[in-house]
C-alpha cells in the first residue's frame, strides 16, 4: 500500500468510539470496538466519496437467531465497512456471516471470495436467495492527485474512483468475479440444463435481471 493510502486509511479511521449502545440500542456485541470508522482529514480538493451514501440512513442489523434492530449506517466502500451512528460517535459492524444488514433497500453479507492471491471476506450486496447467489460489490479506490508537469498542462486532483463489480456465488464454495455476460456466467454455472435454459430463452446474461432469472431456474432444480 502506498504512503498516501496508508495515511488516507489511518485518517479514516481517527473518530470517538460509541457508548456500549448506540443512540438506536444496537447491542455492543455487534460492533467491533477496535475500529472507529469515519472520515476526516480528507485532501480538501478531494473529488468523490469513500462513502455509498456520505449521510448515515437509517437500516436494519440481523443476526441469526436474533431479533433484528434499527440502526442508522452507511457503507465505507474504501475501507469495506459497514459503519453505525450511535449517541457516542461512529464504529462498524463485526464482520462475521451471521451479521448482516439491510440499507437503502439492499442486503449487506459477508462473503467469502477468491482473489489471486488466495481467499477473502468481504461485504457483498445479495441479489437473490438460494444455493447459486449473484452478488454485487461496491468499491471506491483512491487516486492520489498529480501535479500539472508543465505550464501548458492542468493537474488532477486526488479522487475516489468508484467501481461496480459482481461475483456467483455456489452453495459450498467461494464466490468468483464473472462478468455479466454469457460466457462467464456460464463457465462458473457449469451447468448443461443452465446452458439449454439460456439457449431456449434467448439470454444474453448482460444484465442483473436476466442472471437472476437463469439463477433462479438453477434454484428450482
Partial sequence: MKKGHVLLALSLAAMPLVSAQTALDLPSTYLNN???????????????????????IRGTVYSEGEKPYPAMMRYNAYQDEMQVQGSG??????????????????????????????????????????????????????????????????GQPPR????????????????????????????????????AFVQENKLKLKSEEEVIQLLNFVNSQ
Fill in 34 to 56: 477496535n475500529t472507529s470508522g469515519g472520515a476526516n482529514n480528507l485532501p480538501p480538493n478531494v473529488q468523490g466519496s469513500p462513502y455509498l451514501t456520505d449521510d448515515f
Fill in 89 to 154: 460517535g461512529i464504529t462498524t459492524l463485526f464482520k462475521r456471516d451471521y451479521v448482516w444488514a439491510v440499507l437503502g433497500g439492499e442486503t449487506f453479507r459477508i462473503e467469502s471470495y477468491e482473489t489471486g492471491s488466495g481467499e477473502r471476506q468481504g461485504y457483498f450486496v445479495e441479489l437473490n436467495p438460494g444455493k447459486a447467489r449473484l452478488l454485487k460489490r461496491y468499491r471506491r479506490e483512491f487516486r492520489e492527485g498529480e501535479a500539472a508537469v508543465s505550464s501548458y498542462s492542468q
Fill in 160 to 195: 475516489f474512483d468508484e467501481e461496480t463489480t459482481y461475483f456467483l456465488a455456489l452453495e459450498g464454495s467461494p464466490a468468483k468475479e464473472v462478468k455479466l455476460r454469457k460466457k462467464d456466467v456460464l463457465e462458473v454455472l457449469s451447468n448443461p440444463e443452465a446452458e
